[in-house]
Structures are given as structure tokens and as C-alpha cells.
């Protein structure tokens, strides 16, 4: 079956625009993580969801950024008012269950100038 | 707060050589560990899933090995290959997020 798949996989923006990346993750897969990864380093943990309710999102850097999975399906993560910091791989994993081995997308390139 | 760090940084390696990639945490309560490969501008590939019960998972010419007590794993190639070149990530499975080392990048030169 098709993979977790992520849209777009590029998106250059302005500094101040708001940006909102998908993540279609594994059919049947209950859970649902965000991380971001800059350059040269491991990804870091941004948010999880359990169905559609976000167990965890700790890992969010401020308030410029939320995520949503209405459905228990697809889920988007937004950013709002994007600045240069923001610039970084975002990256979406699925599994089942939760605790298990994830999979990941192909991730998103953000670049914000 | 669990750490993970991946030694070395980065590594060369003459074709058909065997290697050992190490990995090592800080939090011993750990459910699984998962290693990736990772090419550049590409996805995570995952390789090998340990859980957290097991000492060892095979597949192919990888071998990972996990010692909780201690703290470490170590991903095992053998007969390495030019295609073997990416940077390879250790992922500490602590409830249901990973911790990520920073990787090994490694070169296998023909």
C-alpha cells in the first residue's frame, strides 16, 4: 500500500506569510507525529496525535504553530507569521499502534527568506 | 531527560569493508530503537526496529544489537557497499516519540 506522503515537498515563502504543510500518513494508522529537522542534526519531536486528539504537543516551539487531524486522517501542521528560524525539513511519521515502528514521509522543505 | 548520541560523526570506509555504527542513550526505560537511513534530500528509511525485550534484529547484511542495561546499540554492516552511503540516525523510542542522535554520515569509497 502507498506510504505516508507529505504536501508539498517544497515551499519557499516570506518572512510574516502563514504556511500550512499536509501529511496523508498510512491507511488504518491510528498515530499520527510531527518533527522538523534542521541541517546536520536529528529530528526533533513537534506534536503527536492519537486518532484526531493531539496527545502531546510539547515539542512545539511557540504559538506560531499548531497542527489539527479532524478526521483521524490527514493532518496539517500550520505556522503562522513564519520567520527565518522557522526554515527546516518538516517531517510526519505514522504507526500502529502507538509505540511501534514509524514511518515516515518524504518530509517538507521549508525555506522562509 | 533522555539524550542519544551517534560516534562517530562521520566515517570512510574502503569498499567490502565491515563497520559498526554506535548509538548510545542516556534513559535506560525505553520501548524500542529504531535505526534509519537517511539520503540527502530524501526520507527516513527505516532499517531495523528493536523493541525494547529484544538483544538483536537481523536483515540482510545489517545487524542491530541493543544492551539497555548499558545504554548502547550498535547497527553492524557487513560487506559494505558504495550504495551503503547516507547518514545513518538512531531513534530512542521513549513513550511514543522518538529522540533522535545526530547521526553518522558515512562514506564507502569504491
Known amino acids: 500500500g502507498a506510504g505516508v506522503s507529505q504536501s508539498p515537498r517544497y515551499k519557499v515563502t516570506k518572512r510574516g506569510q502563514d504556511v500550512a504543510l499536509r501529511c496523508d500518513p498510512i491507511?488504518?494508522?491510528?498515530?499520527l507525529y510531527w518533527y522538523r529537522q534542521a541541517l546536520g542534526q536529528g529530528p526533533e519531536f513537534l506534536t503527536y496525535?492519537?486518532?484526531?486528539?493531539?496527545?502531546?504537543k510539547s515539542g512545539l516551539p511557540n504559538d506560531r504553530f499548531s497542527a489539527e487531524r479532524p478526521e483521524g486522517s490527514i493532518s496539517t501542521l500550520t505556522i503562522q507569521r513564519t520567520e527565518q528560524r522557522d526554515s527546516a525539513m518538516y517531517r510526519c511519521?505514522?504507526?500502529?499502534?502507538?509505540?511501534?515502528?514509524?514511518?515516515f514521509g518524504p518530509g517538507t522543505r521549508l525555506t522562509v527568506l | 531527560k533522555q539524550e542519544v548520541t551517534q560516534i562517530p560523526a562521520a566515517l570512510s570506509v574502503p569498499e567490502g569493508e565491515n563497520l559498526v555504527l554506535n548509538c548510545s542513550f542516556t534513559?535506560?526505560?525505553?520501548?524500542?530503537l529504531q535505526w534509519f537511513r537517511q539520503d540527502p534530500g530524501k526520507g527516513l528509511t527505516s532499517l531495523l526496529l528493536?523493541?525494547?525485550s529484544q538483544r538483536e534484529q537481523t536483515s540482510g547484511r545489517l545487524n542491530a544489537s541493543l544492551d539497555k542495561s548499558s545504554g548502547r546499540s550498535t547497527l553492524y554492516i557487513a560487506a559494505s557497499q558504495p550504495g551503503d552511503s547516507a547518514t545513518y540516525l538512531c531513534?530512542?523510542?521513549?513513550?511514543?516519540?522518538?529522540?533522535w542522535g545526530a547521526g553518522t554520515k558515512l562514506i564507502i569509497k569504491p
Open positions: 511519521a505514522s504507526s500502529y499502534p502507538t509505540i511501534s515502528e514509524q514511518f
Open positions: 491507511s488504518g494508522h491510528v498515530s
Open positions: 496525535f492519537n486518532y484526531e486528539a493531539q496527545q502531546d
Open positions: 534513559d535506560s526505560a525505553i520501548y524500542n
Open positions: 528493536i523493541q525494547s
Open positions: 531513534a530512542v523510542g521513549s513513550n511514543y516519540q522518538l529522540i
